[in-house]
């Protein structure tokens, strides 16, 4: 009785039932909604600016000079769901033919022409319901040559730090060592070698061979072929060695020149990878002065100057390191007679 009395009094307090919502047909009802809307908006008009990839045709056998946007801006209007498939797929595109009336005759010659907003106008290509208002992008320069052939060497571009007491014991082979490239001609004249992609290494303590392939600085106006690149690395343990009496000679000389060095012999240190120290004798060293270098110098000292005939590997003290150089008199000369 207490109880009954109680939520008489205070009927808001009686606990009720929850009520179930249900939630499947209201996520339909919001996604037939959220269709609905999205139709109606794609079928509206719109006007936005664009990115139209360009396309620039030239003649066979001709090229560009100079790297130019491969994009046009441009006013445009149109439904939104047309919009939207350009930015999608590029539906919309810009490709300019350039005749070879336009182009100078001379191989060695340059052509210079300009793309104006008119001709870049006509030249877009854009599907029925999309209309171009204006180009919004200035009118381009163009620098046209004539295409060429050339072969360069390969030059690995690495960043290796090897593990202490390692080096790279030989320069770094590269297979292939040049490849055949295309492009202007005044382009391919300024090109004396082509880099790899950079390759880094860290920790390297032992023979290694790295796929790359070669950069792509020059998209557009060099055409680099896509072949795989093969470096192959010598690692050896770092060795070092001493040969003393080398002997210096001048280099150079006449027969009889009137020139004595001070003292005739060196000693030598070198470091190397262990495998090329191992195969090195006295012979292959070669210590030498120039006898041009000595007939300028005023000071009466130079510096001999070390060839290695083998391998790759590092001079890394020469004792002494000068030289003195001095005339004979003629007493040395009548002491020097048998």
């Not at 509206?44 to 620039?56: F, G, M, Q, R, S």
């Amino acid at each position: 009785m207490r109880n009954d009395s109680f939520y008489a009094i205070f009927p808001s307090m009686r606990l009720k039932p929850p009520t179930s919502i249900a939630i499947l047909p209201l996520l339909v009802c919001l996604f037939l909604a959220f269709s609905l809307w999205l139709y109606a908006s794609m079928r509206e008009e719109y006007t936005t600016v664009v990115d139209i990839p360009l396309d620039i045709r030239l003649p066979q056998g001709r090229t560009l000079e100079t790297e130019i946007n491969s994009v046009i801006r441009a006013q445009v209007q149109g439904a939104g769901w047309q919009l939207v498939n350009h930015f999608l797929s590029s539906s919309i595109r810009c490709v300019v033919y350039v005749p070879e009336k336009r182009l100078a005759k001379n191989d060695e010659e340059l052509s210079a022409l300009a793309l104006t907003r008119q001709m870049l106008t006509q030249a877009i290509q854009s599907p029925v319901g999309i209309t171009v208002q204006r180009v919004v992008t200035d009118s381009l320069p163009l620098v046209v040559g004539s295409i060429a052939e050339k072969r360069v060497p390969v030059r690995p571009v690495l960043d290796v730090e090897m593990r202490e007491g390692f080096i790279i014991a030989q320069t770094p082979s590269v297979k292939p060592d040049s490849v055949l490239i295309r492009g202007s001609r005044t382009m391919l004249r300024r090109i004396p070698v082509w880099n790899t992609l950079p390759v880094r290494l860290r920790d390297v303590y032992e023979p290694l061979t790295v796929q790359t392939a070669l950069d792509d600085t020059l998209a557009g106006l060099v055409i680099v072929p896509q072949i795989p690149i093969t470096l192959n690395l010598s690692i050896q343990q770092m060795a070092e060695v001493q040969f003393e009496d080398i002997p210096v000679t001048i280099a150079g000389a006449p027969p009889r020149h009137p020139f004595v060095i001070k003292p005739e012999r060196v000693t030598v240190a070198l470091r190397g990878g262990v495998e090329n120290i191992a195969r090195i004798m006295p012979e292959n060293i070669t210590a030498t002065l120039e006898y041009r270098d000595i007939l300028a110098n005023t000071t009466g000292t130079l510096r001999p100057r070390i060839t290695l005939n083998i391998g790759e590997i590092q001079v890394i003290a020469v004792k002494p390191d000068f030289m003195r150089c001095s005339r004979r008199t003629a007493v040395s000369q009548v002491a020097a007679l048998p």
